[in-house]
């Protein structure tokens, strides 16, 4: 059966823990003498390279297409261009304006003839590759997922979603800070709370970064997003600063999934900072995408240094 990652709960918890094992292993030959389409309509600097490399490591030759070049719904339609992309590569990761694209996508492939994956390389509502990579840093920086605080503080967007749906899976409890009218959803919240997740949701970031073990936050407007003067207004006071990371746990750590606004969501000094692991978590932005990559195309982990290919697709 096709694995497609639109969402990172698409993964479940089993594939979730496969693909963060996955991560800190060898690279599988899964895309020897094959493509990855990896498509994008806003601009990237982490996600094209991770994604570049993690294809080139599988084996594989990456073929990078701007959102212009193919025109959805404009040079033709969303599914023709998923179809035509579907002849040559074995897999198809694409950034997105709209999710509802990644969506026709998948529908345009499934059961088809050419019947390959698709990943979700950001849309407007999930960002599931940078969860991926947050859950590896918070693994590897503190030894462990499960029963850890992760406290986001900023806009309930993409980004925020897939790491608080992320977290649910692994066993992390989560607590959002953004302000009023800027949170995610009561839908979001009963998705965290059905795949077994904790998560409290308030408007005070003080309260959030209590005894924290990960400060995160992301941009507060984002890409394609309208009314930034409004929302630089509603966000004064949730900047991640000195005060809030010394209210976290001694040993918390930051994460961001950059590109960084330094003065705004976060202040230069924690993001240069000795508790920021930023850099390592945009590192792992290839390791997770090699990781998912390989599992969606049949790779499996059976022993420690040892990863076989399944599916030779
Ligand atoms: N974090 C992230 O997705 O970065 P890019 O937008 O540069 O790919
Ligand atoms: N929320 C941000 C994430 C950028 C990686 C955006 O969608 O622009």
Redesign the pocket.
């Known amino acids: 059966m096709t694995v497609d990652v639109l969402g990172i709960a698409d993964l479940g918890p089993g594939g979730l823990a496969a693909v963060l094992d996955l991560a800190e292993r060898r690279a599988p030959s899964v895309l020897a003498g094959r493509g990855a389409a990896l498509v994008f309509e ?9 994604c570049e490399m993690a294809v080139v490591q599988l084996g594989g030759h990456p073929v990078t297409i701007r959102g212009e070049e193919v025109g959805f719904d404009r040079r033709e339609t969303v599914e023709d261009v998923a179809r035509t992309l579907a002849c040559f590569h074995s897999l198809v990761g694409a ?1 997105v304006l709209r999710h509802s694209t990644l969506e026709r996508m998948v529908a345009a492939l499934r059961g088809s003839s050419r019947d390959v994956p698709v990943v979700n ?2 849309s407007d509502v999930e ?1 599931p ?2 969860a991926l ?1 947050d859950l590896l840093t918070v693994r590897q920086e503190l030894g462990s997922i499960e029963g850890r605080t992760v406290a986001y503080v900023g806009d309930g967007n993409n ?1 925020c979603r897939s790491l608080v749906l992320a977290c649910a899976m692994a066993g992390a409890r989560t607590v959002v800070a953004t302000p009023p009218g800027y949170g995610l959803t009561e839908g979001d919240l009963a998705h965290v709370a059905a795949l077994g997740g904790e998560i409290r949701v308030t408007d005070d970031p003080m309260a959030a970064a209590e005894g924290a073990d990960v400060l995160y936050t ?1 941009v507060w407007v984002s ?1 394609g997003e309208e009314g930034e003067e409004e929302k630089r207004r509603a966000f004064a006071g949730f900047t991640i600063d000195d005060r809030l990371l010394a209210a976290a746990a001694p040993d918390a750590i930051f994460l961001h ?3 960084a606004h330094r003065g705004e969501e976060v202040s230069a000094t924690v993001l240069e900072g000795p508790r920021s692991r930023v850099w390592r978590q ?1 590192e792992n ?1 290839m390791h997770a995408a090699r990781a998912l990559f390989a599992h969606v195309l049949g790779a499996v982990a059976d022993a420690p240094d040892v990863v076989e290919a399944r599916d030779e697709r």
Do not use: F, G, I, K
């Open positions: 806003h601009p990237s600097a982490r996600t094209r390279n991770a950034r390389l950001l960002h590759t940078q990579a980004v992301d890409m999934c950059l590109p945009a932005r």
